[in-house]
């Protein structure tokens, strides 16, 4: 089960960081995604971390700016998100999955969060 936390309303240029709490051992054994999704749009890839060594992967729109951690001891992924633009408003998914070749598919994830709001305002 995954819990996302952390959105809300913020100007252009400030920061947020969400949270998505799991349960069991999902962080140590699972790789976690982050996603995102404005009304009539696909979903769309934010980051993601790998299980065993933590790399990273970041969608383009993101990069340099957003950073995925987690911390194993409390089962947590963390997205912090700099410098954001009113683009960024979305809901905020985080997902879970055990194949890291194709981790910024949404089709790939096996597990999902309910989602948290993010607004930017300009």
């Known amino acids: 089960q995954l819990q996302a936390s952390g959105g809300g309303l913020v100007q252009a240029g400030g920061s947020l960081r969400l949270s998505c709490a799991a349960s069991g051992q999902t962080v140590r054994t699972y790789h976690m995604g982050w996603f995102r999704q404005t009304l009539g749009k696909e979903r769309e890839f934010v980051a993601a971390?790998?299980?065993?060594?933590?790399?990273?992967l970041y969608g383009d729109p993101v990069k340099g700016r957003f950073t995925i951690s987690r911390d194993k001891a409390n089962n947590t992924v963390y997205l912090q998100m700099n410098n954001l633009k009113p683009e960024d408003t979305a809901v905020y998914y985080c997902?879970?999955?055990?194949?890291?070749?194709?981790?910024?598919?949404?089709?790939?994830?096996?597990?999902w969060g309910q989602g948290t709001q993010v607004t930017v305002s300009s």
């Open positions: 971390i790998s299980a065993n060594v933590g790399s990273t």
């Open positions: 997902a879970a999955t055990n194949s890291w070749i194709r981790a910024v598919h949404q089709f790939n994830y096996n597990y």
